[in-house]
């Protein structure tokens, strides 16, 4: 339901930009956003992102990352920026996804994607 895609391999300073498309039977989807998860540690938010447009950030990553979606396309990017070692996680989408008019939301993650950063 959830595809993530862009990870791999940069240098300290540099940039990556991940995608993530929710597919299948959608009616509406709900504030979605970016999560990591390093070795040996619990998984963090990231960022996420209103279905209006309303961005927030972990205090760590502000100024280097932006979040944005395209609610035609039911894709959400994080633009990373000015990256730094310790960014370096498995990072996974995660949105709630509505099938009907009068169903629930249900939260589906994406499969993780690698972000790894040299120093």
């Known amino acids: 339901q959830l595809q993530a895609f862009g990870g791999g391999l940069v240098q300290a300073g540099g940039s990556l930009r991940l995608s993530c498309a929710a597919s299948?039977?959608?009616?509406?989807?709900?504030?979605m956003g970016w999560y990591r998860q390093a070795p040996g540690k619990q998984r963090e938010l990231v960022a996420d992102i209103t279905n209006g447009g309303s961005p927030d950030y972990a205090d760590s990553v502000k100024d280097r990352f932006t979040i944005s979606r395209d609610n035609a396309k039911n894709t959400v990017y994080l633009q990373m920026n000015s990256l730094k070692p310790e960014d370096t996680a498995v990072y996974y989408c995660?949105?709630?996804?509505?099938?009907?008019?009068?169903?629930?939301?249900?939260?589906?993650w994406g499969q993780g994607t690698q972000v790894t950063v040299s120093s």
């Open positions: 299948g039977t959608i009616f509406s989807i709900g504030a």
């Open positions: 995660y949105a709630p996804i509505k099938t009907k008019r009068w169903s629930l939301y249900v939260g589906y």
